[in-house]
């Protein structure tokens, strides 16, 4: 009888109802009627579900013990855990990139708005004040507005060449009405294009205000396009790498987390937070665009702060028509000495003869068209919005500065990933059974994550097209930190660093104090070509533009090509 207490101590973990341990788990897996209930519901077929538990040693993910699936429902839930583990992580993105494109959107259209807006003010003002002078040369003012929008919207000619060529026409159409004596040939003419397109500072036809047009026009457009071309990319990057491209170690982890329960007959038990956090950070840690996405959002708002301020677009198109304005009063005012450079320059044409002499202008109309209120400015429909724009834009990327470090803990927020964490300390998920989840949870570091007990991670993470939006997102934020300096990269060539200086075009933060501005390197003299009544720049072998925005400055491609390098090469 001494051997009956031994005996019954022996057998007691065996009983099912009885005892702790493996003994009340097998207790909650002895049924799938749950599992039955919810995956039919969900549109599986009853008829690949096993009513009771059976030997699972077919399944490829779950453990291979007693389970209520079937291989098809293995390979189902595998496919549809998956699908829910990436809508969550492009949920999560949805506010980054809805911020991003609404962002984008607003404030291209307002640069357009007050581009047509500038546009629409300089023809209303100068019809008032020129009249039919200025109705007769309406292509010539159009065209300018024309050839800043092609920048503006696809990097076309320089804004170089084109505030260049616009003043050079300007002179070729005007100079003739100074001078109704006489009679300009198309060669005569063609000098006083050149003489236009000189880079000699000493001939200012039209004083200061080419210059200061330029300053101010030029850096205000390469500041907005390279911030509209920087929301553009950081959209399109945040959004691809959102669709996370899931290994399959990936994918049989995420079954493990999220779909074995289901196998094990326990579908309502909510997987461990700490399980959920390792395989999170071991899908998503090397696909985020981290730390390159720090220094995008400061680039970003960096830019946002100049277009609104030393930068701002809006002064600049409501400068366009008073400059040109102030430009052809100093010629009216200067024309003596204007006319004797030209002269000097081209040689005095002839004069018209008596019965050929074309009839001078209406002294009160010439008259009127030198003298436009310079000071008289429309304020375009967009004006006061941009800082109101940009405050909205630093609160919002305030929220996501974090968002790629804390991706994973907002997926095990969701309570299809795992228990919430006031329940932590309750009995959960943890990959093989009911209990407690004990394996260590692993930072986001990729040292770290070497050590993942969930995910397979791979020293030479990350891959190849996260490699590459990160480079992209680089590729952007040189850009933008370049036009907050007045630089534009893709309009820098080596003909014009050709002293290895690397400043390109430059301009300085000056033009509104009024001081002397640091303008871009001196243009060689290039004389123009003429065809249809319109210039034809010849740009001595070298391009400076393209049909695409893909340029670069030869120094910054050798950083992206070493950055490249860096990243793309063997780890």
């Not at 092609?150 to 990097?155: A, I, N, P, W």
């Not at 899908?283 to 301020?309: F, M, T």
């Not at 329940?423 to 070497?450: D, K």
């Not at 319109?534 to 050798?558: A, K």
Request: aromatic residues 8%; hydrophobic residues 40%; neutral net charge.
């Amino acid at each position: 009888m001494s051997a009956l207490p031994t005996l019954l101590l022996l057998l007691l973990p065996l009983y099912p109802g009885l005892g702790p341990g493996t003994g009340s788990e097998a207790k909650v897996t002895r049924s799938c009627t749950e599992t039955r209930q919810i995956l039919g519901a969900r549109g599986y077929s009853l008829s690949l579900l096993p009513p009771a538990l059976i030997s699972g040693e077919h399944l490829r993910v779950c453990p291979q013990e007693y389970t209520c699936c079937s291989s098809e429902i293995e390979e189902r839930l595998t496919w549809d855990t998956e699908t829910t583990f990436r809508g969550l992580v492009e949920e999560s993105g949805s506010f980054l990139v809805h911020t991003l494109a609404t962002r984008h959107r607003t404030f291209d259209e307002v640069f357009r708005e007050m581009l047509s807006s500038a546009e629409h003010s300089l023809a209303l003002l100068f019809h008032r004040s020129y009249g039919r002078l200025y109705s007769q040369h309406t292509p010539l003012f159009s065209g300018l507005f024309s050839r800043l929008r092609d920048y503006y919207e696809k990097s076309g000619e320089g804004l170089d060449d084109a505030l260049v060529d616009f003043w050079a026409q300007v002179l070729e159409k005007m100079f003739p009405l100074l001078h109704p004596q006489y009679i300009f040939s198309p060669e005569y003419l063609f000098c006083l294009t050149r003489l236009a397109s000189s880079a000699d500072d000493s001939l200012k036809f039209f004083g200061d205000s080419p210059r200061r047009l330029r300053l101010q026009i030029t850096r205000a457009m390469v500041a907005a396009r390279a911030f509209i071309q920087g929301l553009e990319t950081g959209r399109n990057v945040v959004s691809e790498t959102l669709k996370v491209p899931m290994s399959d170690g990936c994918r049989r982890a995420v079954m493990r987390l999220t779909g074995c329960p289901f196998c094990r007959g326990v579908p309502l038990l909510p997987p461990c937070r700490g399980f959920c956090l390792n395989v999170a950070h071991g899908c998503l840690s090397s696909q985020g665009l981290d730390p390159d996405w720090g220094a995008y959002l400061d680039g970003l708002l960096l830019l946002a702060e100049k277009i609104q301020g030393p930068f701002s677009f809006e002064l600049a198109a409501q400068a366009i028509g008073v400059k040109i304005s102030e430009g052809l009063m100093y010629l009216q005012e200067n024309s003596v000495g204007v006319s004797t450079q030209v002269f000097q320059e081209c040689g005095v044409p002839p004069k018209a003869m008596t019965r050929t002499r074309r009839a001078p202008a209406p002294v009160e109309e010439a008259g009127r068209f030198w003298m436009a209120g310079a000071e008289e400015e429309l304020p375009t429909t967009a004006a006061g919005m941009l800082p109101r724009m940009v405050w909205e834009l630093r609160e919002r990327l305030g929220r996501v500065r974090g968002f790629w470090a804390g991706l994973p803990l907002t997926v095990c927020g969701d309570p299809r990933m795992a228990m919430d964490i006031a329940q932590e300390a309750a009995p959960c998920w943890t990959g093989t059974g009911w209990g407690r989840y004990l394996l260590p949870v692993v930072g986001a570091s990729l040292t770290e994550q070497l050590n993942n007990p969930e995910v397979r991670v791979e020293a030479s993470n990350p891959d190849l097209q996260t490699r590459m939006r990160r480079l992209q997102l680089r590729s952007a934020t040189i850009r933008m930190r370049a036009a907050a300096l007045g630089r534009d990269l893709e309009l820098e060539d080596w003909d014009e660093d050709a002293s290895g200086s690397g400043e390109g075009q430059h301009y300085a933060d000056d033009w509104m104090a009024g001081a002397v501005a640091v303008g871009p390197p001196a243009r060689p003299p290039r004389p123009p070509g003429r065809k249809g009544g319109f210039i034809i720049r010849q740009n001595q072998g070298r391009s400076r533009t393209g049909g695409t925005s893909v340029g670069f400055h030869t120094q910054p491609i050798l950083i992206l090509f070493l950055s490249a390098l860096a990243l793309l090469g063997p780890r």
